[in-house]
């Protein structure tokens, strides 16, 4: 089944304690991404990957990083979370062509409560 | 900069009743048009898309979006809602060029249906 898997599903950690949100989709697509959802705000984009190797800054990237090591993962790296960073988190993949159309698929969410 | 507006936050409907969601974008060139769907808990589904041609694009679950370029639109409908259509509706654009494949979102409309 083509999918994208996140994990954890839902964390709750403290100011300043790093984590690491995983995000692995099995359909070989080139471009992956990372949004977060609050309230009112829809979703905004936190980064994005072209390729392997290949990363760059969304909307918002102010306290996350990312890497893109293998074309299937992409992990969404907080190396020390603080309370604003409380959010719905998803990733997202796609594959890529002259024009952007092709659909994003998107993970279930990882809820982040950060004390 | 592409923007995405969707003027209503909560609507309310009766089971079969006809549906419109409003939804108005800004983008200086071809805009790349979504509309996805959430329900409680879960990820972001894609109803329907346009990209070029035919103004009245069918999706999936009976919904339907007509594009109006001059109007700066790109409308949802359904012409009888079930009680299953209750969730969270997002209309996107999708940027190309340095800004490849970003997925610009509005504020979502949430979908309250009464039996």
């Known amino acids: 089944e083509a999918q994208v898997t996140q994990n954890p599903r839902y964390l709750i950690t403290v100011t300043g304690k790093k984590l690491t949100v995983t995000c692995s989709q099995n359909?070989?697509?080139?471009?992956m991404s990372w949004y977060r959802q609050d309230p009112g705000l829809g979703l905004r984009q936190i980064y994005y990957s072209m390729n392997v190797e290949v990363t760059d800054k969304g909307d918002v990237p102010e306290g996350y990083k990312v890497s893109r090591k293998e074309k299937r993962n992409f992990p969404l790296i907080l190396e020390s979370p603080s309370p604003n960073q409380t959010s719905l988190y998803f990733c997202?993949?796609?594959?890529?062509?002259?024009?952007?159309?092709?659909?994003?698929?998107f993970g279930p969410g990882t809820r982040l409560t950060v004390t | 900069a592409q923007s995405v507006t969707q003027p209503d936050i909560h609507i309310t409907v009766s089971e079969g009743a006809s549906l419109e969601l409003r939804c108005n974008y800004s983008y200086g060139a071809t805009p790349y048009l979504f509309w996805y769907v959430q329900s409680p808990g879960q990820g972001l589904q894609l109803l329907l898309k346009?990209?070029?041609?035919?103004?009245l694009v069918q999706g999936i679950k009976g919904f339907e979006a007509e594009f109006k370029r001059s109007q700066s639109s790109f409308n949802l409908r359904k012409p009888s809602v079930h009680w299953s259509d209750a969730a969270e509706y997002f209309c996107a654009v999708s940027a190309g060029g340095t800004s490849y494949g970003k997925l610009t979102f509005g504020q979502g409309t949430i979908l309250t249906v009464h039996p």
């Open positions: 346009y990209f070029s041609g035919d103004t």
């Open positions: 997202a993949s796609s594959r890529t062509g002259a024009a952007p159309r092709y659909e994003q698929y």
């Open positions: 359909m070989n697509h080139e471009y």
